[in-house]
């Protein structure tokens, strides 16, 4: 049985996650405070809402050191949404927060012009839009490796994640003609923009092979 | 090109999925977990689950129902009906809600929109709008399943909510819902042209191309089906099909 750890750490709905997760085989474990996180295989951050009032609760919480240790031991990671976000270096979603600094980037708000034409893009940016490939990067060997290109996930949000550098993007979707960062990578620790839980089979089958590939 | 959202929406006298004309005269359809399951094998995008008693009754009843459906129905789910308080929209939440709507509550309270945005996100707070059309022009918005006026102006209230914090709206024309005889297009156009927040619309489905109408003339990002899907009227490949000839642009499976 492969057993994944859930940081619960007061945000929206993350039951919809720990069931999805436990639909493709999972023993979830919810944690609530990082004592909980022993014998760890997997961590999932989840997220919605505001990256400040997250990464503050996140924080109080005192989840930031020891996933940060967990994950410089090769833990692997899944953050969700804002728990993608997370992962950065900053956002400037209500104001200037600083992130994890797992995955170098920064988030900012998204676009509301559609290039090229300048007409007005609604934000949030709530879509099923397609995950489309980065040049040169193979989707084998991470949680894609089952997905098409073309194939459709459940994006719902106004800020998006922007890469330091390219090697750490695997997916983009289009809105209003800007890419955006639908996945990030950096070894073992991957972020969605969009929600595996929510995207149908698609989503699910990302979370299936996240689980699948533990050790 | 705009990516539309197809939402199946299901009023619920619970624990009965039913179908309303101008939102009510109620008929039975059946078991809304075994219709939000097919539509979820279907393909839908979303699913709206609106509680239709829950004035009546004082309160929102379909965490259950909302708890059942989210253990194998992997796509968003949006519930409305009596959602008035914080503790509501978490106890939805917890059932396993993506969004929650709102309509009496707001209209009764604006501010609650702000708080609840706050705490739970914007795109979290659907603001739920019906509207019913004015002889002298314009809309009025309703309540209570389009049973009480609030003299507010559907236009003047879709500005003020989208100050205080919302991050989609479900617009029903009272008028046009359960007709099959189309959206009303002057109404959905006015609201998507004065505010830019998402906009689904919903009430008055009959054919596939009302919602190529819809669309292309009223702007919307989402179309909200009720009495198509619930009657077998139209598969969901059959919608899509006719829709991707028109090139409309929804999720390919």
């Known amino acids: 049985m492969k057993h994944i750890h859930l940081c619960d750490y007061g945000v929206g709905n993350i039951y919809n996650v720990q069931r999805a997760l436990e639909h493709e085989g999972a023993a979830v474990h919810m944690c609530t405070a990082p004592e909980q996180l022993v014998d760890v295989q997997a961590i999932v951050i989840p997220g919605v809402g505001a990256f400040g009032d997250s990464i503050t609760k996140f924080r109080e919480l005192g989840f930031e050191n020891p996933v940060k240790k967990?994950?410089?031991?090769?833990?692997?990671?899944?953050?969700?949404?804002?728990?993608?976000?997370?992962?950065?270096?900053?956002?400037?979603?209500?104001?200037?927060?600083?992130?994890?600094?797992?995955?170098?980037?920064?988030?900012?708000?998204?676009?509301?012009?559609?290039?090229?034409?300048?007409?007005?893009?609604?934000?949030?940016?709530?879509?099923?839009?397609?995950?489309?490939?980065?040049?040169?990067?193979?989707?084998?060997?991470?949680?894609?490796?089952?997905?098409?290109?073309?194939?459709?996930?459940?994006?719902?949000?106004?800020?998006?994640?922007?890469?330091?550098?390219?090697?750490?993007?695997?997916?983009?979707?289009?809105?209003?003609?800007?890419?955006?960062?639908?996945?990030?990578?950096?070894?073992?620790?991957?972020?969605?923009?969009?929600?595996?839980?929510?995207?149908?089979?698609?989503?699910l089958k990302i979370l299936n092979h996240f689980i699948q590939s533990l050790a | 090109m705009k990516q539309i959202r197809l939402i199946a929406r299901l009023d619920i006298k619970a624990p009965k999925l039913i179908k309303g004309i101008n939102l009510e005269g109620v008929r039975v359809v059946?078991?809304?977990?075994?219709?939000?399951?097919?539509?979820?094998?279907d393909g839908i995008d979303e699913i709206f689950y609106m509680d239709a008693v829950a004035t009546l009754y004082g309160r929102n009843s379909l965490t259950t129902l909302v708890s059942n459906t989210a253990h194998n129905v992997f796509v968003p789910l949006t519930v409305g009906g009596g959602i008035r308080t914080i503790d509501d929209v978490n106890r939805m939440m917890r059932a396993g809600a993506d969004k929650v709507a709102i309509n009496t509550a707001a209209t009764k309270n604006p501010?609650?929109?702000?708080?609840?945005?706050?705490?739970?996100?914007?795109?979290?707070?659907?603001?739920?709008?019906?509207?019913?059309?004015?002889?002298?022009?314009?809309?009025?918005?309703?309540?209570?399943?389009?049973?009480?006026?609030?003299?507010?102006?559907?236009?003047?209230?879709?500005?003020e909510a989208k100050q205080l914090g919302i991050g989609e709206i479900i617009l029903t024309?009272?008028?046009?819902?359960?007709?099959?005889?189309?959206?009303?297009?002057?109404?959905?156009?006015?609201?998507?042209?004065?505010?830019?927040?998402?906009?689904?619309?919903?009430?008055?489905?009959?054919h596939p191309e009302h919602i190529v109408e819809v669309v292309e003339k009223g702007g919307v990002d989402a179309v909200a089906i009720a009495h198509c899907l619930h009657y077998g009227k139209f598969s969901l490949s059959e919608i899509r099909d006719h829709l991707f000839k028109s090139n409309i642009k929804v999720r390919k499976l």
């Open chain 1, 70 to 203: 967990l994950v410089a031991e090769g833990v692997p990671l899944l953050g969700i949404c804002v728990g993608m976000q997370m992962l950065g270096n900053s956002s400037e979603e209500h104001g200037y927060h600083e992130g994890l600094g797992i995955i170098a980037g920064h988030v900012k708000r998204l676009n509301d012009k559609t290039i090229p034409e300048g007409a007005p893009l609604r934000l949030p940016h709530i879509s099923w839009s397609s995950l489309e490939t980065v040049q040169g990067k193979k989707w084998a060997n991470t949680p894609l490796e089952n997905v098409q290109p073309g194939e459709y996930a459940y994006f719902v949000h106004s800020y998006a994640f922007e890469c330091e550098s390219d090697t750490n993007l695997i997916a983009t979707c289009n809105y209003g003609g800007h890419k955006i960062a639908a996945v990030i990578q950096s070894g073992n620790v991957y972020g969605t923009q969009f929600h595996p839980e929510k995207s149908g089979n698609t989503g």
């Open chain 2, 30 to 41: 059946g078991d809304p977990e075994e219709y939000a399951q097919k539509y979820y094998k």
């Open chain 2, 111 to 159: 501010k609650i929109l702000s708080e609840l945005s706050q705490r739970f996100g914007a795109q979290a707070m659907v603001l739920s709008i019906e509207a019913k059309a004015i002889k002298s022009g314009g809309w009025e918005v309703y309540t209570d399943n389009g049973r009480e006026r609030t003299g507010r102006d559907v236009l003047e209230w879709v500005s």
């Open chain 2, 173 to 206: 024309s009272v008028d046009k819902e359960g007709m099959q005889q189309g959206f009303d297009i002057d109404l959905i156009r006015a609201v998507t042209q004065r505010v830019d927040v998402p906009v689904i619309a919903s009430g008055g489905m009959g």
